[in-house]
């Protein structure tokens, strides 16, 4: 399925979700660094996460609330989220996640805490293994709003920042080459949620990369975003109208994105 809905920004948006690291170690890496300094990237610097730990976090980027979760158990909440909005204006998701159910966990998952979508076999469908992404690729078969959940390991998680920065390299690289699939798609690279759970300030490291970028100097967007500023500029972009929680009031990331005409 090539990109059918066309977004006031982008047409495509591809989350990368690292783990448990505050702004200021995320920003001193080379790497992440390096990506927020090129003419189509923009550092998001005042970006907070929500909560302490990590679910409430992902659930709130789907969801527009953390529903007051405060830890990482399984819960299955029967209400709409960001896909209900996607799929009623035929805007097309998938979650990729490494290694499911291997060196995988459900926390972040936050589709798997749905009950409209765990109870519907096509929804479960399109949670599927990250390997299959690059078969996506290849077949010009990616979704408009990919949500990538990198391993254990790549996310940070269970290792480090420079772990997880040399295989986000060595995965992002090469897939800016692939002109089909960046085309008008907007990378957005966030982590979840601080590693001290007594950091209640939760300023965390998020940017974007890519062709919507406005072509210029070096962008450095104060804006104050959290994680309901990524489910409103999902929303925004395609007109998908509103979960009226959390989203209602947060501030869409379009500072230094074109609109297309
Ligand atoms: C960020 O985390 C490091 C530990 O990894 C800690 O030393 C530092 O104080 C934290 N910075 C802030 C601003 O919380
Ligand atoms: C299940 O999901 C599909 C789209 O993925 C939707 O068209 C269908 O209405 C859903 N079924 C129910 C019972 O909600
Ligand atoms: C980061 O993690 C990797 C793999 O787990 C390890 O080899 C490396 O020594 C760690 N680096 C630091 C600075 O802790
Ligand atoms: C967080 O605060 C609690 C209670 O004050 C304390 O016991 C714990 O050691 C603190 N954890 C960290 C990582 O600072
Ligand atoms: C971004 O801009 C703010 C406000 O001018 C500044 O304090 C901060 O150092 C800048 N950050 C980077 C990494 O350029
Ligand atoms: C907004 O999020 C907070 C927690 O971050 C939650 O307590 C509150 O219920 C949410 N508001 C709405 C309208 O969903």
Same mark, same amino acid.
């Given at each position: 399925?090539?990109?059918?809905?066309?977004?006031?920004?982008?047409?495509?948006?591809?989350?990368?979700?690292?783990?448990?690291?505050?702004?200021?170690?995320?920003?001193?890496?080379?790497?992440?660094?390096?990506?927020?300094?090129?003419?189509?990237?923009?550092?998001?610097?005042?970006?907070?996460?929500?909560?302490?730990?990590?679910?409430?976090?992902?659930?709130?980027?789907?969801?527009?609330?953390?529903?007051?979760?405060?830890?990482?158990?399984?819960?299955?909440?029967?209400?709409?989220?960001?896909?209900?909005?996607?799929?009623?204006?035929?805007?097309?998701?998938?979650?990729?996640?490494?290694?499911?159910?291997?060196?995988?966990?459900?926390?972040?998952?936050?589709?798997? !805490? =749905? +009950?409209?979508? @765990?109870?519907?076999? #096509?929804?479960?469908?399109?949670?599927? *293994?990250? %390997?299959?992404?690059?078969?996506?690729?290849?077949?010009?078969?990616?979704?408009?709003?990919?949500?990538?959940?990198?391993?254990?390991?790549?996310?940070?998680?269970?290792?480090?920042?420079?772990?997880?920065?040399?295989?986000?390299?060595?995965?992002?690289?090469?897939?800016?080459?692939?002109? !089909? =699939? +960046?085309?008008? @798609?907007?990378?957005? #690279?966030?982590?979840?949620?601080?590693? *001290?759970? %007594?950091?209640?300030?939760?300023?965390?490291?998020?940017?974007?990369?890519?062709?919507?970028?406005?072509?210029?100097?070096?962008?450095?967007?104060?804006?104050?975003?959290?994680?309901?500023?990524?489910?409103?500029?999902?929303?925004?972009?395609?007109?998908?109208?509103?979960?009226?929680?959390?989203?209602?009031?947060?501030?869409?990331?379009?500072?230094?994105?074109?609109?297309?005409?």
């Amino acid at each position: 399925m090539a990109a059918t809905a066309k977004g006031k920004w982008f047409d495509r948006i591809v989350l990368i979700i690292f783990e448990n690291t505050n702004y200021t170690d995320a920003i001193a890496n080379s790497y992440l660094k390096e990506i927020t300094t090129r003419p189509n990237g923009v550092l998001l610097s005042e970006y907070y996460a929500v909560e302490h730990p990590s679910e409430p976090n992902y659930i709130a980027q789907i969801a527009g609330s953390t529903y007051g979760i405060l830890d990482d158990e399984n819960y299955d909440i029967d209400d709409e989220t960001l896909v209900d909005l996607l799929e009623k204006k035929g805007v097309s998701w998938k979650c990729y996640m490494e290694d499911y159910r291997k060196l995988y966990a459900r926390k972040h998952n936050p589709f798997f !805490s =749905f +009950t409209p979508i @765990t109870k519907n076999a #096509t929804r479960c469908a399109k949670v599927v *293994n990250a %390997n299959r992404l690059d078969d996506d690729i290849k077949n010009n078969q990616v979704p408009q709003l990919v949500y990538y959940v990198p391993n254990q390991n790549n996310n940070a998680h269970d290792t480090n920042i420079s772990y997880a920065s040399a295989w986000f390299k060595n995965w992002l690289e090469p897939k800016l080459k692939m002109t !089909s =699939f +960046t085309h008008k @798609t907007l990378f957005f #690279t966030v982590f979840d949620e601080s590693a *001290n759970d %007594n950091d209640t300030v939760n300023h965390i490291y998020a940017s974007l990369l890519g062709d919507p970028v406005t072509k210029d100097n070096y962008h450095n967007d104060t804006t104050h975003y959290t994680h309901y500023s990524f489910l409103r500029t999902v929303e925004d972009n395609w007109d998908l109208g509103s979960l009226n929680r959390n989203d209602s009031s947060a501030t869409p990331f379009s500072l230094y994105l074109n609109e297309q005409h």
